[in-house]
């Protein structure tokens, strides 16, 4: 892992949505029907919440550069989830937060974060919300708590969509796994 922790997150999330080219290359991705993210993705960053972003990210793509292209797509969504660093100071819990609000935004990992912790959902983390979170026996306890209130937002908020279930499932395990590396 490099010193800039923030980046090996965002890379590890890079690597969760990317979609390759037979070569391994990171690629645009024309996002199914039904997604809600728009017409076009790289690496989780789409047209409908990231325009500028992802249209440099094609452009990059486009002219062959690759390597750029995704070392640009981590620098984005690590400044992207910064929010997360001033919510906890646990690294393994910034993780998983990082990808919740790559995920579903800011609002939505605060909401995720406050029901894993019984805090009133809000959508703003603030000191009822940390206080909360500070009195989880354990990280490893949080973690769980996190996860299980990722799978109950999506289906109380999004709803459980069949094309995208497995997906979820395994991006939440993934950023579970991510997270536990830093606990």
């Not at 805090?119 to 769980?144: R, S």
Request: glycine content about 8%.
């Amino acid at each position: 892992m490099s010193n800039d922790y923030r980046l090996d997150i965002a890379r590890a999330i890079v690597g969760f949505e990317a979609r390759r080219d037979a070569k391994g290359r990171i690629k645009a991705y024309r996002l199914p029907q039904g997604d809600g993210g728009g017409v076009w993705e790289v690496s989780g960053i789409c047209d409908r919440y990231h325009p500028h972003e992802t249209a440099d990210l094609v452009r990059l793509i486009e002219a062959g550069k690759y390597t750029e292209a995704e070392e640009r797509a981590a620098e984005y969504i690590a400044a992207y989830t910064d929010c997360a660093q001033r919510w906890t100071t646990n690294r393994g819990i910034e993780a998983f937060l990082r990808d919740a609000v790559f995920n579903r935004g800011a609002r939505g990992a605060a909401k995720i974060y406050q029901m894993a912790v019984g805090a009133q959902v809000d959508g703003v983390v603030g000191p009822k919300t940390l206080a909360a979170a500070a009195k989880m026996k354990t990280p490893t306890a949080l973690l769980a708590a996190l996860r299980d209130a990722r799978e109950r937002y999506e289906l109380e908020k999004v709803g459980k969509r069949a094309q995208f279930w497995k997906g979820l499932i395994n991006r939440w395990n993934n950023a579970t796994k991510l997270a536990q590396r830093y606990l």
